[in-house]
């Protein structure tokens, strides 16, 4: 919004001209020669050598300001990657649970051990991609989420082989797959913000 931009240069230090289509005073030359265009969000200093230029984006960046248009974005963002966040766990929790329910039945069975380890890998990566859904930011999920399916299995992969994930400056352990409490029988059930502290916490 013109308003919006109009506000972010008096706060950078520029002042605005007494006629509507006049230059403003720069605030790093000192000279009355910038060009502001309020509607396109864009401004110039035409004096040689003055670094005074850019863009409202940028202007808001330098200022550690955030315009009401990139505040919207980001909670649309959010919105969007939670509302994703809750259907894509609980399609992966549903797989999850299938899983430990048929690895289940093969524990007892040592002669049909393959495909007990079998299961128990698809296991490993399921519990991986769940600490992945509850951890990552909401841009991060969106990106794994839309990353092609070799590069999402490596992230995954990357996880089990890692024993957990380093997101937001936090290291997050990957909870064990089957304990002697019969944790493996909850696990999935449900979604929590995150449902296990940081190491160090």
Not at 140 to 168: N, W
Request: proline share 3%; net charge neutral; glycine share 8%.
């Amino acid at each position: 919004m013109a308003a919006d931009f109009r506000a972010l240069l008096v706060q950078a230090g520029a002042k605005p001209p007494r006629s509507e289509r006049g230059r403003w005073l720069c605030p790093i030359c000192g000279k009355m020669r910038v060009s502001v265009n309020l509607e396109r969000g864009l401004f110039h200093c035409f004096t040689a050598g003055c670094a005074f230029s850019g863009n409202s984006v940028l202007l808001a960046r330098q200022l550690g300001v955030e315009s009401h248009a990139s505040t919207r974005r980001r909670r649309e963002l959010e919105e969007r990657a939670e509302a994703l966040r809750h259907r894509v766990y609980q399609e992966t929790a549903a797989k999850f649970r299938e899983k430990m329910a048929a690895y289940d039945a093969f524990r007892s069975r040592q002669d049909l051990l393959e495909p007990g380890l079998a299961l128990y890998g698809d296991l490993l990566r399921l519990n991986a991609e769940l600490l992945l859904l509850e951890v990552l930011s909401p841009a991060e999920l969106c990106e794994f989420i839309a990353a092609a399916e070799d590069a999402r299995e490596k992230r995954i992969i990357d996880v089990v082989s890692q024993d957990g994930v380093a997101t937001g400056g936090k290291f997050y352990s990957l909870p064990p797959v089957v304990s002697a409490h019969g944790a493996e029988a909850v696990r999935g059930s449900q979604m929590t913000e995150v449902s296990w502290r940081a190491n160090g916490e």
